[in-house]
Antibody, heavy 118, light 111 residues
């Protein structure tokens, strides 16, 4: 069965960086996109970026220069690194799988809470 | 500020049908069929309910249906049940953003 298991909660100080991992199992890792989505307290879902089946990453403009998504095919793990953290980055972060060109994120990780506080 | 506009809340009685709308632009919903809908219960991961505007993943109740017309996508829930009470988000690929964008979310309340 498909599973996406994320790393545990993080507490960071403003200006620091955070890395969240997402380990996939139960499917062909290199055949799917992996996306990152976050939800700040009391807010809606926000799209952050993705890594495609060939390992290329893409980010919306608001995250370019601050977000890096990478993967390790040997461990079927995707990493999301967000730098220059501020309190506005306090949120639940999710990884989510997409079959190529389906437009649907069909499996999601359990979420990782990142808290940014001085 | 979300790129896709949704009503903040929609309510209905058990057994009724409700429709949630998601309004975008010609750069996203109007051009792409990569429109999806997610059900989100607090404290849980979002769940895919509709993809490619009107396709339902296996395991999702046929009470959920999706459609698209012009720059607006819609999710209809028929035979409303208490368990349908949740937040619902639309999502579309955007050519102008060259990324996916989410709607602002609609809270569905079952009266």
């Amino acid at each position: 069965q498909v599973q996406l298991v994320q790393s545990g909660a993080e507490v960071k100080k403003p200006g620091a960086s955070v890395t969240v991992s997402c380990t996939a199992s139960g499917y062909t890792f290199t055949a799917y996109y992996m996306h990152w989505v976050r939800q700040a307290p009391g807010q809606g879902l926000e799209y952050m970026g993705m890594i495609n089946p060939t390992g290329g990453a893409g980010y919306p403009q608001r995250f370019q220069g601050r977000l890096t998504v990478t993967r390790d095919t040997s461990t079927t793990t995707v990493y999301m690194e967000l730098s220059s953290l501020t309190s506005e980055d306090t949120a639940m972060y999710y990884c989510a799988r997409e079959a190529p060109d389906s437009g649907g994120f069909d499996f999601w990780g359990q979420g990782t809470l990142v808290t940014v506080s001085s | 500020q979300s790129a896709l506009t949704q009503a903040a809340s929609v309510s209905g009685s058990p057994g009724q049908s409700i429709t949630i709308s998601c309004t975008g632009t010609s750069s996203d919903i109007g051009t792409h069929n990569l429109v999806s809908w997610y059900q989100h219960h607090p404290g849980k991961a979002p769940k895919l309910m509709i993809y490619e505007a009107n396709r339902r993943p296996s395991g999702v109740s046929n009470r959920f249906s999706g459609s698209k017309s012009g720059n607006t996508a819609s999710l209809t829930i028929s035979g409303l049940q208490a368990e349908d009470e949740a937040d619902y988000f639309c999502c579309s690929y955007s050519s102008s953003a060259t990324s996916y964008v989410f709607g602002s979310g609609t809270k569905v309340t079952v009266l």
